[in-house]
């Protein structure tokens, strides 16, 4: 079961007695809790009949005794455990969750990791419990992640503005949302978000970034490259060598395996590229500039330069002169 789905059928009015949340990703849990704390039950009812615990200052058998409580007032009471992977003995939960009681909603957010599958408290939860694993996205699907966030608030976005929130945010969804959030807040009466406007509400320069950065060294304009690089050093905010690195790593690697498959043409790769047609086409101009041992060659600066850049080898070079003399290397 999805989050969108959980919150759907308690738009519905249907409820179960346990939702157990866990994984990776908060911003799936997030939305879950923050509907259960503030939407089930309106103002009146959640005076009497909404109770919170956290993890960390928990006793388990407050958190009993609450879930047990019948509701004031109301058909059911909520009660919110959060942060609970912080919760110590949080096994002595399962007498109560053996048996739950109908007219309590008993929802667990126990964040950044999953149950051994062989406890006992894991085998009760998959018995008793919707239990509702909220896994990490994956990258190739934060573009379209981003299209469908931007599309399900009414607004259109540009490809260009979708590579930018990409390469600067990666896949932190909670801040991907805020950031969207403030972007059709700032937009007014338009709906088509373009890369100027992420410039302006967000900060991302469109010039001056880590796809920018990809496509002057894949063109080999040295010029453009170092010019990027000093915009990161008087704003080191905007690409730390830390975010740089590995997204110049993942971008050439993909490139890399392009010699493996059959068919080169424009029209094969865009599969292979989340059908991003720039991504694509600074690929093959990778490839073309560099040839199959110059990508090689990439991939290992990089992976030399990323060691330097925390201190394996290097202790005093500034970061954008590390990366000035990687790129350097890379392109001359």
């Known amino acids: 079961m999805s989050a969108e789905k959980i919150i759907s059928d308690w738009k519905k009015k249907s409820f179960k007695p346990l939702y157990w949340l866990d994984g990776e990703e908060d911003y799936y849990i997030d939305m879950v809790v923050d509907y259960a704390e503030h939407k089930i039950l309106d103002e009146a009812e959640a005076g009497f009949n909404l109770t919170v615990f956290y993890g960390r200052d928990a006793e388990w058998a407050a958190v009993v005794n609450a879930c047990k409580r019948y509701p004031m007032f109301a058909e059911r009471q909520v009660v919110l455990l959060k942060e609970a992977q912080q919760m110590k003995d949080i096994d002595k939960l399962e007498s109560y969750i053996e048996h739950p009681l109908s007219s309590t909603i008993f929802v667990v957010a126990y964040k950044t990791k999953t ?11 998959k018995q008793n419990a919707e239990v509702f694993t909220s896994e990490k996205l994956k990258d190739f699907k934060v ?13 259109s976005i540009s490809s260009k503005a979708v590579v930018l929130l990409e390469e600067h945010i ?68 905007a690409a730390p060598i830390q975010m740089v690195l590995p997204a110049l790593y993942a971008n050439f690697s993909k490139v890399y395996t392009v ?42 600066l990089l992976h030399h330069y990323n060691l330097k850049g925390v201190g394996v080898g290097d202790t005093g ?5 590390l990366m000035k003399e990687m790129v350097v290397k890379m392109i001359a």
């Open 115 to 125: 149950l051994d599958k062989r406890t006992k408290l894991s085998k009760l939860l």
């Open 143 to 155: 573009n379209e992640w981003i299209k469908e966030m931007v599309t399900g608030k009414g607004f």
């Open 170 to 237: 990666g896949n932190d969804l909670s801040r991907m949302a805020n950031e969207i959030d403030k972007l059709s807040i700032n937009l007014k009466d338009r709906k088509e978000i373009t890369e100027d406007d992420i410039e302006k509400f967000i900060g991302i320069s469109k010039e001056y970034n880590v796809f920018e950065l990809q496509a002057a060294i894949a063109k080999k304009d040295l010029a453009k490259a170092i010019k990027i690089i000093q915009y990161f050093e008087g704003n080191p905010k």
């Open 259 to 300: 010699f493996g498959m059959a068919d080169k043409s424009e029209a094969a790769l865009k599969p292979h590229f989340y059908f991003n047609s720039t991504a694509v086409k600074n690929a093959l101009e990778t490839i073309r500039n560099y040839g199959y041992e110059g990508i090689e060659r990439i991939l290992l």
């Open 317 to 321: 070079t500034s970061d954008a002169s």
